[in-house]
């Protein structure tokens, strides 16, 4: 049975918390949020079914040659719909070609091998740093106007790949002082990866149990990703399954999602620290609307990976369910960049762990990098000493400002906001408008500056207001406690 459209869920779900005389009123969009998405979508209608190019549809024989020839000669015939009989297929990582539509059918199931030698080495990018890493199952790397739609389902059975990362990082990696490279160590296969790409369009497809990352968006621009369902804890609790992560890519539509994950469900990043501030490309002119999260991380993430900066943003008409996270934007002070002109609109929650947070010193296990005694830096792998290169001060310190935060709506969260700034780094002019929180506790809020409030309701269990240390600017007194 398919799953309720996200947008659909939204509606529902709000008519179900707030009382229709506080609805949600309209806020302007950005101009630029009519510009988002993919431009293009692949025109040949010649159908290239992968059965008659070899694939067998038996669960068990590896068709990787096989899908892969059925996109090439759609490929040579400039262009083509790559197709399956109903049926189960096992493969390895498959490269889309420009004007290849890649269609998944209801009734087809694709499954992803479970060794690692049929994911193939190349070089890309892992949660900020440039370097080898194995191929996605489905690749669209320096190609134009490609699609994968379809009502079928992947699921890319990353279990082999949780149980890897669990062993090196409990038996080797954490005794050993070595937490903030496993990582990266590990090397776990993504679903879908874009790198380079433009006019790309991901529609409706479910993804099941990521072995790492489930669709990444890297180094791309024009790309839609619409109605597709991602559901990575069926086989168990899988690490790092992010959602969607928009990577140092621009002009960008999500809608009408449903996920449920083990990491951030909505992720957007910039580069990590020496490396990302090398490469220094943005993720800008990004919209998220009318989707849901289930569990994760993050309803919708800006970070840990800032280097190049993140901006224009709008996400709105968005529910989290269970999630971690509602709004998080988070970095580290050896990251640097700038995210700022960012427009949340609309979210509903329930049971969150933080409505709103802010953290520039997140996760110091993971984020700073420091080699222990014994080791030698010029016999460590290339992309030790990447995570390990100096960066200065000025370099690292991340900003965080000019973030309009309206219409937002909780229940049963913990804390209603958590800002964790830097003494040489405030948090600043973030603007809070029609905002309604029921939460355990009201929250932490320090080096923050410049922060407005209008119609702020805080509704702590508790009974005690917000603890505040090393702000300016900021008027509490305009916040309404009930």
């Not at 990082?169 to 937490?179: A, C, D, H, M, S």
């Not at 090398?278 to 990976?305: F, H």
């Not at 029921?438 to 080096?447: D, K, P, R």
């Amino acid at each position: 049975m398919r799953i309720l459209n996200a947008s659909l869920l939204f509606l529902l779900f709000i008519s179900l918390s707030i009382n229709s005389t506080t609805l949600f009123a309209q806020m302007p969009e950005p101009k630029w949020a009519k510009k988002v998405g993919a431009k293009k979508f692949p025109k040949s209608q010649q159908l290239f079914y992968v059965n008659d190019y070899g694939a067998v549809n038996d669960t068990v024989t590896i068709n990787t040659k096989a899908i892969q020839a059925a996109v090439d000669a759609a490929a040579k015939n400039g262009g083509g719909i790559v197709a399956f009989r109903p049926g189960t297929y096992v493969t390895g990582s498959i490269f889309l070609k420009t004007n290849v539509h890649l269609r998944i059918d209801l009734g087809v199931l694709i499954l992803g091998s479970q060794s690692f030698d049929d994911y193939p080495e190349i070089d890309t990018r892992i949660a900020g740093i440039e370097m080898k890493w194995p191929a996605a199952l489905i690749n669209m790397i320096g190609v134009k106007n490609v699609a994968i739609t379809g009502k079928g389902v992947i699921n890319a059975r990353g279990k082999f790949c949780w149980d890897k990362y669990w062993n090196m990082r409990r038996k080797e990696y954490e005794p050993k002082g070595l937490r903030w490279v496993v990582d990266y160590d590990a090397k776990r296969v993504r679903t879908v990866l874009t790198q380079d790409a433009t006019d790309v369009t991901i529609k409706d497809i479910t993804i099941k149990n990521a072995g790492f990352w489930t669709v990444q968006l890297l180094y791309s621009t024009k790309i839609t990703v619409d109605g597709i369902i991602i559901r990575n804890n069926e086989d168990g609790h899988g690490p790092s399954t992010d959602g969607i992560d928009v990577d140092s890519s621009s002009w960008v539509l999500i809608q009408n999602c449903d996920i449920d994950c083990n990491d951030d469900n909505f992720c957007l990043k910039a580069g990590r620290d020496a490396d990302g501030l090398r490469v220094n490309r943005p993720t800008e002119y990004v919209v998220i609307r009318n989707s849901l999260a289930r569990r994760g991380g993050g309803l919708v993430t800006l970070g840990s990976e800032t280097s190049g900066g993140i901006r224009h943003v709008l996400a709105k008409d968005l529910v989290a369910i269970g999630t971690g996270n509602a709004f998080h934007v988070k970095s580290a002070v050896t990251r640097g960049g700038t995210v700022e002109d960012i427009h949340i609109q609309n979210i509903t929650m329930d049971s969150v762990k933080n409505a709103i947070k802010f953290n520039m010193n997140w996760n110091p296990t993971y984020s700073y990098s420091k080699l222990p005694e014994g080791y030698d830096s010029t016999n460590a792998p290339a992309h030790w000493n990447k995570l390990l290169t100096t960066v200065t001060p000025e370099q690292g310190r991340p900003t965080f400002r000019n973030i309009h935060i309206s219409n937002i709506h909780s229940k049963g969260a913990l804390l209603a906001f958590s800002s964790t700034g830097l003494p040489t780094s405030y948090v600043s002019n973030i603007h809070f408008k029609n905002i309604d929180l029921t939460v355990n506790e009201s929250g932490i809020i320090n080096f923050s500056e410049n922060w407005t409030f209008e119609n702020v309701i805080i509704r702590p269990k508790d009974g005690k207001p917000f603890k505040v240390e090393k702000v300016r600017g900021i008027d509490l007194k305009k916040v309404s406690y009930k």
